[in-house]
């Protein structure tokens, strides 16, 4: 018959011999120190932890292959410059140098091991010019100035399609953009706007032939949409103005500019125009301002094509103008 | 304050003091020095690796024993003892102390004890009310009528409420009939010797060779009166029809029972049990004002014989219901009260230790060796499931830069992932085990059960957060700030409360 109490006894004990016995090993391993059978001592070091993008690279420590594969950590390094490099098949290799330190984990987690042969497909099927790629949709847009058409793709060429023509008497565009609603661009060169329209099946009264906005008393520098997809932002070398995309449409002078050719961002989600202008100080030196106007009201756009141009804006720091 | 009350007080404060301690040090160590934080976590978690392979060890042997021996014919083994060692003289006091139990609870208790083999006319059961519940004489009335013939003498008491001295508690009702039970026992002239008591919890079970299993080891034990007989409790009642998550809970309280009747120097009473009569007179009885009345009657037999008392376990099971209630949530809450209470046992600590104090007879380095094993027992229970599943990740969190470049930072989850490995191994042969104590499926289970009974497994980890340690540190602070527990019965549901 079996005496269960000397068998837990034997157990207690032995337990308690296997957590006093390992326990130094196990604390000497999590703070790194690596145990030397021959001198009998522990010594601190370090560990290189190793994950790449494809796993399965090999890794070479100092030359030497090592038996595991990425992901992997390499223990026990005595403190040093390392040299690694992974390898994997039909990718690019991956050489570095890393210097252990004693007691830390040295990561290399961000590694990318790039396909010789890279994953590349041509989208397009006719010639371009230059495209927008719509990450929302999923689609690309390309401009062929020199044919004068506007074609789609999906994001992976298919669906090639011409969607519009561009106006045959438009020349040298210099900046082109899809509006939020994906149913017309606009396009523009130093002195016109074109406002194509992509879907003449659209909710407003638009019109089929392009919309063209002349500006032959200044230099166009660039031109936003509006999230509302009607009325275009325009920064020319004297303003900055709102225009609807109609056509005989008159442009609204929010802001008289001093720089001719000021830098701006427009950010459509918040409807709101950030652009820098010079200022000249009382020393008469000239510096830079960055200005937010904010155009993220319908109403207050509605507003201002209703007052124009009787009503002038007032900026914060900068003067506002109406036509 | 008084001398007494101030040493009570201290002692109440010490369990969950320690408990708290280590919790809010190792948090602040975790923000402060999070190297010193995470090499005690690791020292916690190989601890507990070990603790946990050794555990199940002990678990594996008892379940092995447990085996070998319920099904063992131990009445037979009793008639053959020598007559000298009286078994025809003895007789067995069965109290059921019942607080609001009604008859589909009350009535498989009483006959599985009806169909217990052994000499029925030995048996004195009472069924202990409390008076204070409206339907205790008409259940009473019903259940004399239907069982009364069926022992040597049935007795049912009622409690009265509020009696000076007494707590709501089970112990106090248990004291109340064991009481009546000694005027009924001494009236027929029988010795006090020749009675062994059994305080069974109204829902309890008893195996056919219950009796007989304990009468052998009574006989046969060396000083049967300086012992408790505990059987191993199990939760089968009703455990096809409770829910997964109450019945991962009964299981593993199950398991505990069977780990600690291996560990016999830490072996303590619990839930349904048996001692000698005569040792119950002398010592006056359950305590009338604790609700861990279970493991308080030991302790108070270990006081009173000098330390030379213990728990002989009993390889054979008693079953009750598994607590559940009408949804998850619910159940949830039924559990957590329950072990909350079972965590109250906190209270004999501040019991033991002054018991020690006044006690001169028993040796110092038991009395150090018992309060340190109770003590222990407790902040483990509080501190455990908090330090594994919490504060375990707390030094990565708030170690910052440099102490996430260092190894241990790098080697402290591959360690708790270790301790993840070997409770999932664990875990299977618990899954095991728990399969060979289940009772057959009843007609009308689904076999598909079976499935669930693997898979809800899975559910370990969340209850483990949530029962884990929750309510050993919810029953310490209470009796650190003197929030004295009522007695919370649990809702007992083979029938779905």
Redesign the interface.
Known sequence: MLNFQKIRSSLFYFSVFLFFIGLPFILAFALGYKFNARTLRFSKTGLIYIKTQPDGAKIYLNGKLMPARSPASITELVPGVYKIALELAQHYPWRGEIDVEAGKASRFDKIILFPLRPDLAQLNQERFSSFRIDTEKRAVYYLDQENKVVYKSNLDGGNFEDIAGLPDKFAQITGWDISADKKKMFIFNNHQIGVIFFDTGSDHDYSDSPVLLDYSQEKIINVFWHSDSYHLIVLTNKYVQVVESRPRALPINLVKLNKEEAPAFYDAKEDALYFSDSQRSPNGSIYNNLYKLELNSDLYLLGILMTQPFHALNLKGKEGLGE | MNKDVFLKRVLEIIPGGLSWGIIITLILLSILHPVTS??II??FD??WI??T??LT??LI?AHH?LKRQRNEDWFASCLELPLDRGFKELCHLVIFPVYNEGLEVLRPSLNSLSASRYLKENFIVVMAFEERNIAARSTAGILEQEFGAKFGAYLSTFHPDGLKGESRTKGANATWAAKAAKKYIDSRGIAHEHVIVSCFDADTCVEPEYFGCLSYHFLTSDKPHQASYQPMPVYNNNIWQAPSFARLVEISSSFCQLIES???EKFVTFSSHSMSFKTLVEIDYWPVNMISDDSVIYWKGYLHYNGDYRVVPLYITVSMDVAYSSNIWRTMVVQYKQKRRWAWGVENFPFVVSGFIKNKNISLLNKLRRSFHLLESHVTWAVWAVILGGIGYLPVFFGGVFFN????????PK?TGLLFQSTVLTSLIWIFLSWTILPPRPKGVSWLKNVVLVLEWAFVPVIILILGSSPAIDAQTRLMFAKYMEFNPTLKGNRVV
């Open positions: 995470a090499v690791i020292t190989f601890y070990i603790r392979v050794y060890t002990l042997l024993r291996m560990r016999l470049q260092s190894t241990i930072a790098y080697n402290l360690i």
